[in-house]
């Protein structure tokens, strides 16, 4: 069973950069063929793709976000990161990771989801 859990600061100040980790047990985020995907819900709103890391370390952003965003990982402790650097009140949300697999074309895990606020 693939599990996956969000970890970070829950409160970050206007200007500065968000930074969370995902980390995965119960798989390997180098198998092929699944994508690891930051997904967002702001509050009142609906769910916004944030980027992927694939199985080989390629990454995908969403255009809207690209200029802020990195996503990157660590194979040996089988996590992935998101940095949203230069943050607004608007990029407070639910933060999630999940798990999109190309056999489902669909997210078949997710984590719990992380909150954060950003506010000074």
């Known amino acids: 069973q693939v599990q996956l859990q969000e970890s970070g600061p829950g409160l970050v100040k206007p200007s500065q950069t968000l930074s969370l980790t995902c980390t995965v047990s119960?798989?390997?985020?180098?198998?092929?063929?699944?994508?690891w995907t930051w997904i967002r819900q702001p509050p009142g709103k609906g769910l916004e793709w944030i980027g992927d890391i694939d199985y080989s370390g390629s990454t995908y952003y969403s255009p809207s976000l690209k200029s802020r965003t990195s996503i990157s990982r660590d194979t040996s402790k089988n996590q992935f990161t998101l940095q949203l650097s230069s943050v607004t009140p608007e990029d407070t949300a639910v933060y999630y990771c999940?798990?999109?697999?190309?056999?489902?074309?669909?997210?078949?895990?997710w984590g719990q989801g992380t909150q954060v606020t950003v506010s000074s």
């Open positions: 119960g798989g390997s985020i180098t198998t092929n063929y699944y994508y």
């Open positions: 999940a798990r999109w697999t190309s056999e489902k074309n669909a997210y078949d895990y």
